[in-house]
């Protein structure tokens, strides 16, 4: 395994919608194994494939609390609701951290890093985290849908 670079706003990648993802292979395999190092080495808890330059309908979740490691290729949101408003920050703009309102529950479809489609359910943080990847993939920014912005101060609470 290797460590990607993570790529920084404002570049192209990070506001393109991605392709999906036709070939599953160990070279697919292998770069989702390069991604969740990646993630846990930068302390992320998502991260998806244009933030390592890769133009590509994949994404990787582990939110730290037990509940494993998450891979969503080409995932689609087909059930949510609630609301929930709470922190983001993103690996791509370190440093920034704002309040976003989104869905309190997702049930998302996707294929896992063979190709076989699966539904999950989320709720809470988990939930928040798979959203704000999924935008990743379409070229949506969680600054984009900033509430407000935390100062420094906030943050060391």
Known sequence: MSRLEIVKYPAEVLTTRCALVQTFDKQLSSFINDMFETMEQADGVGLAAPQVNESKQIAVVDIGDGSGRFVFINPVIIEERGEQVGPEGCLSFPGL?????????????????????????????????????????????????????????????
């Not at 309040?99 to 309190?104: F, G, H, L």
């Not at 539904?119 to 407000?148: M, N, P, S, W």
């Open 97 to 157: 951290f704002g309040e976003v309102k989104r869905s309190e529950y997702v049930k998302v479809r996707a294929q896992n890093r063979k190709g076989k489609t699966f539904v999950l359910e989320a709720e809470g943080f988990f939930a928040r985290a798979i959203q704000h990847e999924i935008d990743h993939l379409h070229g949506i920014l969680f600054t984009e849908k900033v509430i407000r912005y935390y100062q420094d101060d906030e943050l060391q609470s």
